[in-house]
């Protein structure tokens, strides 16, 4: 306005769209917004509700810290309420994504994309972009929740919540409608963010994958046809990374193997909080990362009781699920330049390089941490407990050296910290893909191809042959949930791989005893959204 000819300012009771889009810039900007907020999606609440609940990973209880109202233990004990924060917060972020993404939709279908210097198919791929955005929102919605009110666009009038088939058959309608517009993926392209055709693709296949869990339908054949035409590169060209760290390393935005992810940039948008989230007080120390901040919490839970004896159940016990040659199963290393190994923070946590040590803050206070594959108060021998037969393990016995940490995505050190937080976080993979067709084919009786996909995928583990490759008579429900857990640890789906396979009220792990409860399957609907609503229903069982 001061540039002009008076300083008298113009108001306008509104901003229509052909007033603000005037450029590609105004076009990118607003067409951002709904996929920050699925950025955001991706982190904690979310994540917290697929992977607590699950038999692979725990936030105990550490001196007087992570207790928190025992909100961690409800999600391993199966003993949610309507009330959970982590559940208000998924149902929200469900709703805000596909409102966002609508009301950009409606912008954009009145955009004349010709006259901001754009062209029309560039148009049609951000608006089915937009749509696929809404339906990758069904999809989480019905996954954690069930039918959900379906909206056909932006609109201020509420909906009843519409079944699971309905809700199921509307993500699969729009995704079919919006794959032949998106465009595929060209190797060397960044995969930041955006709907590819084989990210859209591979939503679809995610939808059939668990029909069963959904609506009790079969529909493995429907996305096994998908998952061989995305690794046969007719929606991009896609493939496997030759080594297990390719995709999470610092530029995996140009990974082949990464179909969809969301960004992560060094002071920009940085995806931080999984290292806050897991790593021991002053691990800053044992990365020589002095300016990164950690809160210890979430580990694996543990493979081995307070005698070191390995538990006894199928479920669980990531850590020991790993081949000791197992090219991961090592402490994660900085090796500068961008190179790293390793996938765990374990054992006694010494830097390599500086020598310097990571020390303890509480119960461990300036003792050097040796984090252990087990969850016990082993502090309080001789005071509380006898001896090591009486010491508990459960999700309210940590210490500050309980459990194994992952290092998946790589921190670099002090000299290199322009690096810190470049990792993109991956939301699908070709190898899920892989697995998929691998659960496929195990399902249809091919068991020899189902093979071959799960060893294509692990072969890459191990510097020499495979020691325990995956074979056709050793092919069963617990050696395939064990794959997806090794596989995929950390990345926010275990629970829905536990559903899939009957195995999330029927089996027991560590602290987690099965309820065969079948309501537990979906969460409830919040209390924040019944009290809010005349029109949403509870979820049978709560």
Known sequence: MLSGCSLEPVFYSSVTPDMYYDSPETIYSALSRPFTHWRWFQTM?????????????????????????????????????????????????????????????????????????????TKQSHIQQLNALVAYFYLRGLDYFGGMPIYRGYSLEEVPRSTAKETFDFIEETLKTAIPSLIPYKKGDSQDGFISQGAAAAMLAQLYFNAVSYIGEDRFEDCAVICRDIIDQKYGEYELETVWNGPFDFENEFSPENIWQAPSGNSKYQCSWFFTQSSPYNAAKYYDAPSVGSYNGFCLQPSLNPKGEEYSWKMGRPFAKFHDNDLRKKPYVYNGKKKYEGMFLMGMLKNPVTGEMCTGSYDYADEAIELVDMIAPFKQLGKKYVDVDQLPSDIYSGEENSGIRTAKYPTPNTAEQNYRWDPDWPVIRLAEIYYMLAECRFRSGNLKESAELFNAVRKRNFSGSDPNPVTEGGLDKYRILDEWQTEFLGEGRRRTDLIRWDAFTTEQWWDHNPSREEHLKLFPIPTTALSSSNMIKQNPGY
Do not use: N
């Open 45 to 121: 609440d979310r994540w917290f509700l697929q992977e607590y609940t699950g038999d692979g990973i725990c936030a105990p209880q550490r001196y007087s810290h992570w207790e928190d109202g025992g909100q961690w233990a409800d999600l391993l004990h199966h003993t949610w309420t309507p009330d959970h924060t982590s559940i208000s917060e998924t149902w929200r972020g469900v709703g805000m994504g596909i409102a966002m993404a609508y009301g950009i939709l409606e912008d954009l279908k009145s955009v004349d994309y010709v006259k901001c210097g754009l062209d029309e198919e």
